[in-house]
C-alpha cells in the first residue's frame, strides 16, 4: 500500500478543473507602450496570442520553442505566388498550435510596394476575428 503522504502531493481533481478553466488568463501586453498592465482572457487573450505569435520571428529567440513564431526572411524576394501559398502555410502552422483556435479561413495577400498585406479570419473557441498584418517583402 501506498504511503499516505505521497497522495497528498497531488494536485486535488477540483483545483485541476479550476486550472483548465483558467487557461486563457494572461497579462495583457500593450503593444504601442510595450508594457504590460492588468489581465485578459477569453477572446482578447486569444488576440493577443495570435498577434505576438505572427510578430514573433520564428527559431530566432531561445526563450520560445522553435515552432513558436513565424519565419518570413527566407521568403523575401520570391515571386507574390509563393510568397502568398508560404504565408499561408505558415500562419496556419503556427497558430494552430494554440487549441484555441479551432480554423483559419478567407486568406488573402494583398502586395504593395514592399509589403505584404495579409488579412485572415480566426475561429477561435470565443468565436471569430479578423486578422491584419503587414510584412516587408
Excluded at 479551432?102 to 477561435?124: M, Q, Y
Aim: charged fraction near 30%; aromatic fraction near 8%; charge should be negative.
Amino acid at each position: 500500500m501506498a504511503d499516505e503522504g505521497f497522495f497528498n502531493l497531488l494536485p486535488d481533481t477540483n483545483i485541476v478543473d479550476e486550472k483548465i478553466k483558467q487557461r486563457s488568463k494572461t497579462y495583457k501586453f500593450n503593444m504601442e507602450s510595450k508594457s504590460i498592465k492588468g489581465k485578459i482572457d477569453d477572446k482578447e487573450s486569444v488576440i493577443q496570442a495570435i498577434m505576438l505569435r505572427l510578430m514573433t520571428d520564428a527559431k530566432v529567440y531561445q526563450i520560445f520553442s522553435d515552432t513558436y513564431g513565424l519565419a518570413v526572411n527566407d521568403i523575401i524576394g520570391l515571386p507574390r505566388i509563393i510568397v502568398s501559398a508560404e504565408i499561408e502555410r505558415r500562419i496556419n502552422e503556427t497558430l494552430l498550435q494554440d487549441d484555441r483556435i479551432n480554423s483559419i479561413c478567407d486568406f488573402s495577400l494583398t502586395p504593395d510596394e514592399d509589403v505584404a498585406i495579409v488579412k485572415f479570419t480566426v475561429n477561435t473557441i470565443y468565436g471569430t476575428t479578423t486578422v491584419e498584418r503587414g510584412y516587408s517583402l
